[in-house]
């Protein structure tokens, strides 16, 4: 493989801490203080699973996040930051990489309807499988310091 200034798998390096760094942002700019105490996160997403177009995410939501509100919002919160933390550091990064692609599909899957939020998603889920699939932690990683996932 032929690349400009870094090696290939420098490059794959670049894409999971960037994919890292977007969800470090994601996490950072949640007010988690809303999020935790009035749980605002999660009464937005009930809102749009309520009037969603498919009937196992209306059901799907009502079973699995509604009668837990609260824990749902710690999970969803720090999911994003381990991810993001993950990722920048490079630290069981095919865990993390698998990790992100799956809130990328639950999120797609929820915000269905809205274009903005789809393109945010699915460029998230690409960059995730490329980094999988691309071993992108062979390169400034924990893992590669530690001889994980060889």
């Given at each position: 493989m032929d690349t400009i200034w870094l090696t290939g798998a420098q490059w794959l390096a670049v894409l999971r801490i960037g994919l890292g760094l977007w969800w470090l942002e994601s996490w950072r700019h949640k007010d988690r203080k809303a999020w935790f105490e009035r749980g605002t996160g999660i009464t937005w997403a009930a809102s749009i699973a309520a009037e969603h177009r498919w009937n196992a995410v209306r059901s799907g939501f009502e079973k699995a996040v509604?009668?837990?509100?609260?824990?749902?919002?710690?999970?969803?919160?720090?999911?994003?930051?381990?991810?993001?933390?993950?990722?920048?550091?490079?630290?069981?990064?095919?865990?993390?990489l698998v990790g992100g692609l799956l809130l990328n599909a639950l999120y797609f899957t929820l915000m269905v309807h809205d274009v903005a939020e789809q393109g945010q998603n699915s460029m998230m889920a690409l960059m995730s499988v490329v980094?999988?699939?691309?071993?992108?932690?062979?390169?400034?990683?924990?893992?590669?310091a530690f001889g994980l996932f060889l």
């Open positions: 509604a009668p837990h509100p609260r824990v749902m919002a710690y999970v969803v919160v720090y999911a994003e930051l381990a991810l993001g933390l993950g990722l920048i550091t490079g630290f069981l990064t095919p865990i993390a980094g999988l699939f691309g071993m992108s932690w062979q390169a400034w990683s924990l893992d590669s």
